[in-house]
């Protein structure tokens, strides 16, 4: 009874107005967390009770459902839900930055499984989503039939590194250029930007224009100013709230099945990402080809295929 009318009182209270260019959520509606409320859309209702939940988080800090749209498609075999985080997209945008914090976000996706009354969930979270997920897996076990952990920011020690070594592998001007500019503080400079979309460019998305765009059109706006806020102007380096952000010696705790799943080219580097699923029992490690940090967009068929297969697996 308490799901029913919450997916009543979601339909009724919410009016769905996405562009035909997205597949339209069968439920959508507000789910009230510390602060605000945060914005949810799903489909696969009718697998709801009888599958796990997909409950996929989006990166930034500050993206929003848009970047996740590509697993819409598995809700011809389970629930699966996207939301906004608060403070970004179609959630509520309160004043201040008390609730811009790893806790706040993680005890969102606690919030979305009371409200649907979600028994068995299965998470998944994308770079800045990776790191929600993950913390969950660690902290919330109960119920949790699997963890996707897609290019995610485990160690932001580690990310850096990484992208310190991606730089290094750029033309020695453009390398020289960025590391010029980050430590004067001029990135604004013309020269800068150019420079920043060539690691873009190489590690971001690889080809040009990056595919799936139709899935943001008219889409909600992101929070820029979590986003400098939390981690700071570019994905390569940090200076916000998680530049020391670390949860690599805690993973061995996460105890569900578990898929680790990056690009070749990633900012989340391949070979870290398999480091980090080694200390996770029975973690599998997948490396989508010829594909930076945009995994979904840039290979959405392969990707797609490795998360359906994960899926099946599972007990």
């Given at each position: 009874?308490?799901?029913?009318?919450?997916?009543?009182?979601?339909?009724?209270c919410?009016?769905v107005?996405?562009?035909?260019?997205?597949?339209?959520?069968?439920?959508?509606?507000?789910i009230p967390?510390?602060?605000?409320?945060?914005?949810?859309r799903?489909?696969?209702a009718?697998?709801?009770?009888k599958?796990?939940?997909?409950i996929?988080?989006?990166g930034?800090?500050?993206?929003?459902?848009?970047?996740?749209?590509?697993?819409?498609?598995l809700?011809?075999h389970?629930?699966v839900?996207?939301?906004?985080?608060?403070?970004?997209g179609n959630?509520?945008h309160?004043?201040?930055?008390?609730?811009w914090?790893?806790?706040?976000?993680?005890?969102?996706?606690?919030?979305i499984r009371k409200?649907?009354?979600?028994?068995?969930?299965?998470?998944?979270?994308?770079?800045?989503?990776?790191?929600?997920?993950?913390?969950?897996?660690?902290?919330?076990?109960?119920?949790l039939?699997?963890?996707i952990?897609s290019?995610p920011?485990?160690s932001?020690?580690?990310?850096?590194?990484?992208?310190?070594?991606?730089?290094?592998?750029?033309?020695?001007?453009?390398?020289?250029?960025?590391?010029?500019?980050?430590?004067a503080?001029?990135?604004?400079?013309?020269?800068?930007k150019?420079?920043?979309?060539?690691?873009?460019s190489?590690?971001?998305c690889?080809?040009?224009?990056?595919?799936?765009?139709?899935?943001?059109?008219?889409?909600p706006?992101?929070?820029?100013?979590?986003?400098?806020y939390?981690?700071?102007?570019?994905?390569?380096?940090?200076t916000?709230?998680?530049?020391?952000?670390?949860?690599?010696?805690?993973?061995?705790?996460?105890l569900?099945?578990?898929?680790?799943i990056?690009?070749?080219?990633?900012?989340?580097?391949?070979?870290?990402?398999?480091?980090?699923?080694?200390?996770?029992?029975?973690?599998?490690?997948?490396i989508v080809?010829?594909?930076?940090?945009?995994?979904?967009?840039e290979n959405?068929?392969?990707?797609?295929?490795t998360?359906r297969?994960f899926?099946?697996?599972?007990?």
């Open positions: 009874m308490k799901l029913i009318t919450t997916l009543i009182l979601a339909i009724l919410f009016p107005s996405l562009s035909v260019a997205h597949q339209d959520p069968e439920i959508a509606g507000y967390v510390d602060g605000g409320r945060i914005w949810y799903l489909n696969g009718e697998h709801l009770g599958k796990p939940a997909l996929v988080m989006h930034g800090p500050g993206g929003t459902h848009r970047g996740n749209m590509s697993y819409v498609a809700a011809d389970y629930p839900i996207l939301y906004d985080q608060l403070g970004t959630s509520d309160p004043e201040g930055r008390e609730n914090t790893v806790d706040h976000f993680v005890s969102e996706i606690e919030a409200a649907l009354d979600l028994k068995q969930v299965i998470i998944v979270g994308h770079s800045w989503g990776g790191t929600l997920a993950a913390e969950y897996a660690i902290t919330n076990p109960d119920g039939k699997g963890t952990l290019s920011l485990i932001t020690p580690q990310w850096i590194a990484d992208n310190q070594a991606w730089i290094d592998r750029l033309p020695k001007e453009v390398a020289k250029t960025l590391r010029h500019h980050i430590a503080g001029t990135q604004g400079h013309p020269d800068y150019a420079a920043e979309k060539m690691f873009y190489q590690h971001m690889r080809q040009s224009p990056c595919p799936n765009r139709h899935y943001r059109r008219d889409g706006t992101w929070n820029a100013d979590m986003y400098v939390m981690w700071g102007t570019s994905d390569f380096y940090a916000g709230t998680l530049r020391d952000y670390d949860i690599s010696g805690r993973l061995p705790e996460i569900s099945p578990t898929l680790m990056c690009g070749e080219f990633d900012e989340a580097a391949p070979e870290t990402c398999k480091k980090y699923a080694r200390t996770i029992v029975g973690a599998k490690t997948v080809p010829e594909s930076g940090h945009a995994t979904m967009a959405e068929p392969f990707y797609l295929k998360v297969d899926l099946n697996s599972l007990p």
